[in-house]
């Protein structure tokens, strides 16, 4: 029987800046459009400028599509396709004397992957103001607006190519029409106490495991069909911080028996509330309301996960995983 693991979170501190590249949409000069996920990638490109403040590209294009994704970033191709990813564009720019800057743009089909694709990674770079969320650090521009995701990056940062990523992510984000919401989960985590950088919205097992590792199996029976928010929140004791993961089934009988197996191997000497102390001596609790899992981890108390199960507030929808 595999053992219960009270681990930390594993959320990503930096990404790795030659896998996840930059992405941009149109620019000035090019008419907004809203695009189609059945298009072309090659659509894509005619969103992106030919020429912007002296940099031009350097090569031809490049297009993805799913079944090719592993040949641009192989190692994270994965991360997308959990996201629905549809299709993208990749350019690099370059300028004499000045350092090149990559754009790659991410079609995810929805505003919900997008969103999910964003907060991914842990952002602790500071706000750019572009796009519904975004983040500027130390050359890369990443945000996301609709159903995409867009990262522009610098290879090296100057007060000049600084500039010109900024103003490239104005101007993708004046081409895409239409802002997409986030998913509706998140307005169901509890705001007291909830760390907004360790937020992050899953489908599968894999990256559940990436934000907060719960075992090698898929204990929770987690596919594309789920929705999932996995949230850090400061303990009010001020003890190291406490994980909610919050699950969707597409029907409750399915999340029944999700949290059936899921009991049965983690937390198989869990009390009548649901709940077990873990072999680091803090606790650990699951329960299923309707068709919503919720578990509390590395909680200080018992308490503690009694009042997280409290202050979540669901509801059965059905159609909001399909």
Known sequence: MQQRKSVELTFNKRRNAAVFVSIIVALSGVAAVSGSADAAPKDLALWIPSEIQGWTPKRADSFYMPDNLYDYIDGAAEVYLSFNFQRMVARRYGKTGAPDIIADLFDMGSSKDAY??????VHEGSSAGIGQESEYMEGALYFWKGRYFASIMTMQE??????????????????????GPRPDLVEHL???????KHVHYFHNHFCLNAYYFLADENLLDLDATTEGMAARYVAPSGTAPMVLVLVRYPAAERAQKA???FMKVYLHDADADGTAKTENGRWAGARLV??????????????????MFNEVKVS???DSCS
């Open 316 to 318: 059965n929808q059905k």
């Open 158 to 179: 100057t007060d000049e190519s600084k500039r010109v990523v900024l103003e490239l992510g104005k101007a993708v984000v004046s081409a895409i029409r239409a802002e």
């Open 116 to 121: 999910g694709v964003y907060h991914h990674h």
């Open 190 to 196: 509890p705001k007291t106490g909830l760390d907004s």
């Open 259 to 261: 949290l059936a197996s």
């Open 290 to 307: 309707e068709n919503h899992i919720i578990g509390v981890f590395d909680a200080p108390s018992k308490a503690d996960i009694l009042r």
